[in-house]
């Protein structure tokens, strides 16, 4: 491993770290100097510059310098980094052991749905692994947003379809309010859709040739026809083919951030998705609360 570093970086997080040791303060450039040990124009360019990022900014007045606002952001996206992962994960395992199968985290990073975390049992190379992409766009992608703010739903589905993709308003209206009410959803995925995510993996809207894409169209279901609408039914011995159910989480701003799904990949009760789907919102409510978040207020 290379152990070499850089003076000019150094010199940059030595003034980062003198002035996060003594949050609260500002420091003038003289005092920033003698401390740190910098001439003036070095530590005058430094600070120009973090000020002109805003990692810092300048008290015009009184010509000091203290922490600024980017640093606020920084903090919390690496505090959401490093706290979401491994709590995700430990609450997907207890999940994966109970029920035998493969659950994810994933969520919408650099406008692509991405698998972030992937728990198989017994090592068993599962259907979602971690670093798969696909489009965020109609039909994908419902779950993203299904339990987030309206407008960010409705900006969805005003993006430019992957696929041709029916839209029955009334239908999809009734899907976000039982899903919203019961906290989860349960996707109905038939062989065919599946292949399709298979197909989609990795692939944007404009890559696949337009006859292509309206044959696929053809052999999907209308927007939001997958998902089972029997949610409310709690004693139901019907049987029904689920692939996979789903779960939000919540930043601290109450915005969806992860969804978490648990494979099902088999035909089960109503009862039997009842019983999954309230623990997979168990778990999912467990790690909005770990990382500080909650729920939206509607």
């Known amino acids: ?41 070095t530590c005058l360019g430094i600070l120009t510059s973090l000020v002109e990022a805003g990692y810092l900014v300048r008290d015009p007045v009184s010509v000091t310098y203290g922490l600024g606002p980017a640093l606020i952001a920084a903090g919390r996206a690496a505090q959401n980094g490093f706290a979401i992962g491994p709590v995700a994960r430990k609450h997907l395992a207890e999940l994966s052991e109970r029920y035998d199968t493969t659950c994810t985290a994933s969520a919408v990073v650099s406008d692509r749905i991405t698998v972030l975390e992937s728990v198989e049992p017994n090592s068993r190379r599962g259907s979602g692994r971690i670093g798969q992409a696909y489009p965020f766009a109609p039909p994908i992608g419902l779950m993203y947003v299904l339990w987030d703010a309206d407008d960010r739903l409705e900006a969805w589905l005003n993006r430019e379809p992957t696929l041709p993709v029916r839209i029955d308003t009334e239908h999809l209206a009734r899907v976000v309010e039982e899903c919203r009410s019961s906290g989860y959803l349960v996707e109905t995925l038939t062989a065919v859709g599946q292949k399709l995510h298979s197909v989609m993996a990795g692939v944007a809207a404009d890559e696949l040739p337009k006859e292509v894409r309206e044959l696929l169209g053809e052999m999907v279901s209308g927007l939001g026809e997958r998902v089972y609408l029997g949610m409310r039914e709690a004693q139901s011995d019907a049987v029904h083919e689920v692939s996979v159910i789903a779960a939000p989480t919540y930043d601290a701003h109450g915005a969806q951030a992860l969804v978490l799904t648990l494979h099902v990949g088999a035909a089960i009760t109503g009862a039997e998705i009842a019983e999954r789907g309230q623990s997979l919102v168990a778990a999912a409510e467990a790690i909005t609360l770990e990382v500080g978040g909650h729920s939206p207020n509607r």
Do not use: C, I, Q, W
């Open 1 to 41: 491993m290379s152990t070499r570093s850089s003076p000019p970086t150094d010199r940059v997080v030595s003034v980062l770290n003198y002035l996060v040791a003594r949050s609260g303060r500002r420091f003038g450039l003289s005092e920033l100097a003698r401390a740190l040990e910098l001439s003036k124009p």
